[in-house]
């Protein structure tokens, strides 16, 4: 048997008359930059999420970084967030000239661990970005409590949870930012790069929809320094033929992580994933824990089982944060899931026999 990961062309084959229609059509009005389709999509995207204001942007990068812009964040600020996600989250903070402070994960969800977060709160504090990691959020209730009582902002990275839940809430509204990514493999994906803010702040809407076109309000005249973080039109097209099946994607991807979880639940050497009883995960990864991770990592690989591990080295280990002074040691439970996580195939598609297969060779 050979199993595909992320399976996107089984999801094209499925979809794809109409989005090769959407993208001609795009070719054929020569509207590239800024047409009537993103316009579509951010009324989509808002109707799907019940944020008040959905901005498309260029990638789940510049998301964020548009997101800490508009709330300006600068050199000598300080930002907590996790060291156990993707490198965007933390690079684009250290990008605007202000610092990364990091506070190790919960053990069961690999989220920001809020106990932890107080500790580090100083008079340079102006954020904290949780991440929503594998398509869960984190502990949002603790989160906003503890920004509540410091007066600080939150950005939630969302870039693996569009469509997930908090407390009946969706995920692009649980702070006072949120930001996606349309990144091909992430549960709700483009043609290349793509992202997408939320908030339901008008002036803050307002702002990071000029900070995206170079910080004008109007052609040619400029009220910010801003980056041209702008959505392809092709991928807003793209985008808006796979929005309309997201919710069954979405339903389909549930059943899969149910269906490994109730197969795999007798193995006693590994550690499943766990959702809070308050959230709904998006599934971006369905990841479990496992002591001799690389050795099943080769074995699966034999068999045409293809996994992957997100993330091999915690942040605060990379080479490019070396001048932040942290050492091995400082967040062991990162450090711990870093060196045991495996994520397994995950899409919409996983077929009952691919799963028999994979929990067989497991
Ligand atoms: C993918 C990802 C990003 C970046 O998104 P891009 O669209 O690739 O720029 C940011 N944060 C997390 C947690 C991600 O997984």
């Not at 903070?93 to 809020?114: C, H, M, Q, R, S």
């Not at 389909?252 to 109730?262: C, D, G, I, P, S």
Request: aromatic letters at 10%.
């Amino acid at each position: 048997m050979k199993i595909d990961f992320a399976n996107l062309q089984y999801q094209h084959e499925l979809y794809k008359n109409e989005i090769e229609e959407a993208i001609l059509k795009v070719a054929r009005n020569c509207n590239f930059i800024m047409g009537n389709e993103v316009e579509k999509l951010e009324i989509s995207l808002q109707e799907f999420t019940g944020a008040k204001y959905a901005i498309s942007c260029s990638s789940g990068t510049d998301a964020l970084l548009l997101a800490m812009m508009a709330l300006d964040i600068k050199p000598g600020d300080e930002v907590i967030t996790t060291p156990f996600t993707f490198i965007a989250t933390t690079e684009t903070i250290a990008f605007l000239g202000a610092t990364p402070v990091f506070v190790d994960i919960d053990e069961k969800t690999y989220n920001i661990n809020p106990d932890l977060i107080e500790e580090k709160i100083t008079s340079k504090t102006k954020a904290i970005i949780p991440v929503s990691l594998y398509g869960q959020p984190a502990d949002m209730d603790k989160i906003n409590e503890i920004a509540k009582k410091y007066n600080l902002k939150v950005i939630v990275d969302g870039a693996q949870s569009f469509g997930s839940t908090y407390n009946g809430t969706m995920d692009s509204s649980l702070a006072d930012i949120s930001t996606t990514s349309f990144f091909p493999a992430k549960p709700l994906g483009c043609y290349g790069d793509g992202g997408a803010i939320f908030t339901n702040d008008e002036i803050l809407s307002n702002k990071m929809k000029s900070l995206r076109l170079h910080g004008q309000l109007k052609r040619y005249h400029h009220k910010y320094i801003g980056i041209g973080g702008r959505l392809d039109t092709i991928q807003a097209a793209v985008l808006n033929v796979k929005l309309k099946y997201y919710a069954k994607d979405l339903a389909l991807r549930q059943e899969v992580a149910f269906k490994y979880t109730k197969a795999l639940a007798n193995k006693s050497n590994l550690v499943l994933s766990y959702i809070d009883e308050k959230a709904t995960s998006a599934w971006a990864q369905y990841s479990l824990r496992v002591k001799n991770r690389d050795e099943l990592q080769e074995k699966l690989k034999k068999a045409g089982i293809p996994t992957a591990v997100h993330y091999p080295m915690p942040l605060h280990l990379q080479e490019c944060f070396t001048y932040l002074g942290y050492k091995k040691g400082d967040f062991p439970v990162s450090e711990i899931v870093s060196n045991e996580i495996l994520s397994l195939p995950m899409n919409p598609y996983v077929t009952d026999e691919e799963i028999e297969y994979i929990v067989e060779n497991i």
